[in-house]
């Protein structure tokens, strides 16, 4: 079991908007900044969100970060097929002193 | 272009010993941090671990199943990272990435992976 809790899979259809949820405590989350990486399929990760909604350069603004208390959330707004990927949340965890991930949600574009 | 390869991967026995390599080129690797992350098949992500510049004393950190068995270390005059992974199991196959660590950042750029599988 993944430190951090998302939802395995989610799906919309193209020009849509979806969310993944991202739980967490106040050991990681609760006090830490949350990250968000995309993994396309048969490729390395990619830093897609950092310090909770900040976009590294050559991100869309389609793709946007929250955090309340113990649980964060990734926003993708206007679909595209090309965002089909596993997403993976993560926080710095203060107990274990160490990265935790989320198990990483499996997105589908309808 | 920051570039990390991963080397040293494949295929050993549990109980026997492997060492990983990371290649990097376009940033200056001696002021970089550095971590491993795994990814076992068909799962998610892990952290392996971390390593300091020598300048913030170069110390590491690592996470609760690898202590005690893995070792990272760096050579900065040969702008390489490592992975020295003993008394390897079963549960250690994955595919491993390293990349960069910045503090605004971390997990930056990431290599391409090197699988390794343990199996008798």
């Known amino acids: 079991q993944s430190v951090l809790t998302q939802p395995p899979s989610a799906s919309g259809t193209p020009g849509q908007r979806v969310t993944i949820s991202c739980s967490g405590s106040?050991?990681?989350?609760?006090?830490?900044?949350v990250y968000w990486y995309q993994q396309l399929p048969g490729t390395a990760p990619k830093l897609l969100i950092y310090?909770?909604?900040q976009r590294p350069s050559g991100v869309p603004d389609r793709f946007s970060g929250s955090k309340s208390g113990t649980s964060a959330s990734l926003a993708i707004s206007g679909l595209r097929s090309e965002d089909e990927a596993d997403y993976y949340c993560?926080?710095?965890?203060?107990?274990?002193?160490?990265?935790?991930f989320g198990g990483g949600t499996k997105l589908t574009v309808l | 272009e920051v570039q990390l390869v991963e080397s040293g991967g494949g295929l050993v026995k549990p109980g026997e010993s492997l060492r990983l390599s990371c290649a990097a080129s376009?940033?200056?690797?001696?002021?970089?941090?550095m971590s491993w992350v795994r990814q076992a098949p068909g799962k998610g992500l892990e952290w392996v671990g971390r390593?300091?510049?020598?300048?913030?004393?170069?110390?590491?950190d690592y996470s609760a199943p690898v202590k005690g068995r893995f070792t990272i270390s760096r050579d900065d005059s040969k702008n390489t990272l490592y992975l020295q992974m003993n008394s390897l199991k079963i549960e250690d196959t994955a595919v491993y990435y390293c990349?960069?660590?910045?503090?605004?950042?971390?997990?930056?750029?990431w290599g391409q992976g090197t699988l390794v599988t343990v199996s008798s």
């Open positions: 990349a960069t660590w910045d503090l605004v950042k971390p997990l930056d750029y």
């Open positions: 376009g940033f200056t690797f001696s002021n970089a941090w």
């Open positions: 390593i300091k510049r020598k300048t913030d004393g170069g110390a590491t």
């Open positions: 106040s050991s990681n989350i609760g006090n830490n900044y």
């Open positions: 310090r909770i909604n």
């Open positions: 993560s926080a710095w965890d203060d107990s274990l002193s160490g990265v935790v």
